[in-house]
T-cell receptor
Framework: EAQVTQNPRYLITVTGKKLTVTCSQN?????MSWYRQDPGLGLRQIYY???????DKGDVPEGYKVSRKEKRNFPLILESPSPNQTSLYFC???????????FGSGTRLTVV | AQSVSQHNHHVILSEAASLELGCNYS??????LFWYVQYPGQHLQLLLK??????LVKGIKGFEAEFIKSKFSFNLRKPSVQWSDTAEYFC????????????FGTGTKLQVIP
């Protein structure tokens, strides 16, 4: 089944403790992206990647890092999480901007 | 840079009523346009997309949208809604050509009353 898999689904952590949210797709998509969803703000792009080793900042990249060492994987790294990063995070992939995204199931992160 | 506006934040309809959700975008060139749906507690799913050709686009679950270039609009429609259409709907836009950044609107919550 074609899908984007994120882990974990839920995560509660403390301020400053480094964490990684994994994202993997099995559709051989070139483009991958991370979004955060907050009430009233819709989805805001954090980082995106056009191919292996090619990444760029989205609208809200501060406090996040990404890497794209393999085509299928696009992990999101929070080096020192803060409470304002409490949010619902979605990973997505697509063949191109005209194809539309396939989204993962989301990761609900709470930073206390 | 592009932007998207969804003016209706919350819409309440009775079953069998017709639906139209507004979406306006701002961008000076050609665009790709999308509607996504997010059912409660779930991830976003693509409803339909427009990238060229016929401006009337049909999607899944009986939804359609019309691209009106002169109005920079891409409104979502459904002739008769069902309780199962209760969800949040997001419009999105990206400039055409290669990979371009996709920008989402803030969403419209649709509540369908049985």
């Amino acid at each position: 089944e074609a899908q984007v898999t994120q882990n974990p689904r839920y995560l509660i952590t403390v301020t400053g403790k480094k964490l990684t949210v994994t994202c993997s797709q099995n559709m051989n998509h070139e483009y991958m992206s991370w979004y955060r969803q907050d009430p009233g703000l819709g989805l805001r792009q954090i980082y995106y990647s056009m191919n292996v080793e090619v990444t760029d900042k989205g609208d809200v990249p501060e406090g996040y890092k990404v890497s794209r060492k393999e085509k299928r994987n696009f992990p999101l790294i929070l080096e020192s999480p803060s409470p304002n990063q409490t949010s619902l995070y979605f990973c997505a992939s697509s063949l191109g901007s005209a194809g539309g995204y396939t989204f993962g199931s989301g990761t609900r992160l709470t930073v206390v | 840079a592009q932007s998207v506006s969804q003016h209706n934040h919350h819409v309440i309809l009775s079953e069998a009523a017709s639906l139209e959700l507004g979406c306006n975008y701002s961008y000076g060139g050609t665009v790709n346009l999308f509607w996504y749906v997010q059912y409660p507690g779930q991830h976003l799913q693509l409803l339909l997309k427009y990238f060229s050709g016929d401006p009337l686009v049909k999607g899944i679950k009986g939804f359609e949208a019309e691209f009106i270039k002169s109005k920079f609009s891409f409104n979502l429609r459904k002739p008769s809604v069902q309780w199962s259409d209760t969800a949040e709907y997001f419009c999105a836009v990206s400039p055409s050509g290669g990979y371009q950044k996709v920008t989402f609107g803030t969403g419209t919550k649709l509540q369908v009353i049985p």
